[in-house]
């Protein structure tokens, strides 16, 4: 096991930055944001709807990043900078 410190990396959420390990999931930064989302998107019905397989096969965790719709966020890594906008309700 290494010492070594991990790198953050800062990304913004519907407007509220958060900071998160380098190579975490975009799904893992919506989990740990602490910013009151509570969802990715909303379904038709309007429930919340988040991370459910982790593997990129339910869809339910759909997202816009950097202007880019239907963006699997469990499938994706944080970057520096990354714009995220969920449809999801807080």
């Given amino acids: 096991m290494s010492d070594a410190p991990v790198s953050r990396v800062r990304v913004k959420i ?6 998160v390990d380098e190579g975490a999931t975009i799904a ?4 740990v944001s602490g910013a009151g989302i509570r969802g990715a998107r909303r379904s038709v019905s309007g429930e919340a709807r988040a991370a459910f397989c982790g593997m990129g096969v339910c869809h339910e965790c759909r ?3 950097d202007g880019r719709a239907h963006v699997l966020a469990c ?3 944080c970057r520096d900078g ?3 906008q969920t449809s999801g309700p807080r």
């Fill in 63 to 65: 997202v816009t990043v």
């Fill in 28 to 31: 893992a930064a919506l989990a």
């Fill in 14 to 19: 519907d407007d509220v930055f958060v900071e």
């Fill in 75 to 77: 499938q994706t890594p």
């Fill in 82 to 84: 990354q714009v995220i």
